[in-house]
């Protein structure tokens, strides 16, 4: 018979306790220490199946000993940062929507804070956007609504008298606010902040957006954001959300959709947007997307491969510099499935390393491009056309030619060989 989910949370021994001791990782442990938050995620998943107390339990615990066992490592490349954000987005709706009783959400939110407080490297620092939910309640929301606003009014009226001054809580305070129905309270306090962060501003907007008037939350956000380039993407993403949730659609993809998706690299944005905007054709949305770099129209050639969308790939591929052997390889794959793609991806490469572009290459890669050029054309009956070709590259004597004349065994003179 299965257990139903208890609604207290006792003390449950966990597999992960051990592993986020105090300094339980040294300098160069980060990927070590990413593995280990995984793993704990598995196991609070895990739990949340069967008991979402108890998964509730494990979230809290997890959260308080992060900082604590990752302050010594070098986290420079940012991605145990990534790891920790991405564990705090998921624990914070597992304790928020945990089924226990009144006198142990407090107890989760006293050790949740003392955790914020003490949270250096600030690896938990967004949980504070989500204090109003983790206080499940808007009666809690506003007991702890109370807690916190002295020491906001504090710190804003010492900025007021030109006094520098900081309050950790500031992010736990509004959204306390914001759960507790509290809305005009958020818009009074940031009146007073001349130059709230977006952390902070985005509350006001929230607060707008929160009764339908979303062309005020946008227009209040973009006022306030100032010009920071992280604001306009932030500005973009929350833009984009609340257009996409009021059914506006259009307006949500023309003006914040490209800005709002950037992803590392050009295929993970158009995937993003393919994502959320399913009723835009592939080709069509890619032509949104190259025109948004019409310095740089190449660069979405391995997007527009992959897609399968090969007439657009090979304009792609002569519009702006490639890279020769992103080219040659897409030439190799396509050799046989789709010879007239590979032999304008060859002739492309070629035409870009016989201007000096691309990186490291070698007379190989000369004879590599050129092979897969000849091998191409031949399959499409177009051997002569491609010698042509070839040969008005090589044309001029540069050190760039004569040194991919010297690599493929071919006269100084332009004189294209014969077909054979």
Known sequence: MTKAPTTTAAATPWAFRTRFRRGAFGWKASRLAIDRI???????RAAARIDP???????????????????QIDSSSGALGNATHAAVQELAPLISSAPVSPPVRKQW????????????????????DHWGDLCATSDLASDWSDQ???????????????????????SLCYSALFKAGRHEEILQLLSQDRHPIWPYLIWGARVLAASARIDEAIAYARDRAGINTNSEEALARFAEDLLLKAGRRTEAFDQYALRANQAHTHLATFRALAKK??????????????????????????????????????????????????????????????????????????????????????????????????????QTQQTEQAHTTIAQMLATDTPTTTWMKQALSMATSPTAPKSR
């Not at 107390?53 to 302050?71: D, T, Y």
């Not at 939110?109 to 504070?128: K, M, N, T, V």
Request: aromatic share 8%.
């Open 277 to 378: 905007y399913p009723e835009l054709a592939k080709d069509k949305l890619l032509s949104h997307l190259v025109a948004s770099t019409p310095t740089a129209p190449g660069k979405w050639f391995a997007t527009a491969k992959t897609l399968k969308l090969f007439d657009q790939a090979t304009r792609l591929a002569w519009a702006s510099p490639c890279d020769p052997k992103t080219l040659n390889r897409a030439a190799r794959d396509h050799l046989t499935s789709q010879p007239a793609f590979a032999m304008q991806c060859a002739l492309a490469a070629l035409h870009w390393m016989s201007t000096g572009h691309g990186y490291e290459l070698t007379g190989l890669d000369v004879q590599e491009t050129h092979r897969l050029a000849i091998d191409a054309a031949s």
């Open 148 to 170: 916190l606003l002295p020491s906001q009014h504090h710190v804003l009226s010492e900025r007021a008298s030109g006094t520098f001054a900081y309050f950790a809580g500031t």
């Open 53 to 71: 107390a108890r998964a509730g339990e494990g979230a809290v615990l997890l959260l308080e000993k992060l900082s604590p066992a990752l302050c």
């Open 38 to 44: 995984h793993e704990a995620l598995i196991e609070i």
């Open 109 to 128: 939110l006293d050790r949740l804070y003392e955790a914020f407080q003490q949270d250096d490297p600030p690896y938990i620092e967004s949980l504070g």
